[in-house]
Structures are given as C-alpha cells and as structure tokens.
C-alpha cells in the first residue's frame, strides 16, 4: 500500500513547501544568494565546496523560482504568472 498514496502525499508535502517558502524565495537578493552560491560552488582545483544535498537544495530552489515565474520582475507578468498557480498545482498533482 505505498504506491500512489504514498506519492500524492510526497507531491502534497512538495508544494506546501514551495508555498512557504516562496514568499522569501520572491525576494531579488534571496535569487541573486542563491544564483551566486549555485555559480561559485567550485574552488579553484575544481572540488565542489557543497555536499551533494546542498547542491540539490540550491538547484530545486533555483528551478522552483523559474518553474513559478518568481524571477520576473515586471507587473504584467508576475500577474499573468500568479493567475497560473491553481493550474500548476493541480498539474503537480495529477502527473507528477
């Protein structure tokens, strides 16, 4: 009995997560942050200065800004994009 209810459960917990965190994750310098940390996270001898699950953190919040359209910046957009939030929950859920 893990299959499927199991996965909605992890999809739903998915975008609570996303909710809560998107407020801060709306912000410029929050983006510019986490940009910066994603395009330096290589010493100069080519290690990678993160663990594999910082480099993850780093990369979802980087693709759930863009996924959501919080790196636009300019009215009309962000309107248009947040009008688009239902749907893209719902998608989440349903082929996810």
Not at 77 to 83: E, V
């Amino acid at each position: 009995m893990h299959g499927i209810p199991t996965q909605l459960y992890n999809l739903k917990l998915n975008i609570l997560a996303v909710r809560e965190h998107a407020g801060k994750l709306v912000e410029e310098e929050i983006q510019k942050a986490l940009q910066t940390i994603y395009d330096n996270q290589y010493d100069e001898t080519g290690q990678n200065k993160l663990d594999l699950w910082q480099r993850k953190l780093v990369e979802w919040y980087l693709l759930e800004i863009r996924a959501n359209g919080l790196n636009t910046q300019e009215a009309d957009k962000k309107k248009l994009l947040s009008s688009w939030g239902s749907f893209i929950d719902k998608y989440r859920t349903e082929y996810m």
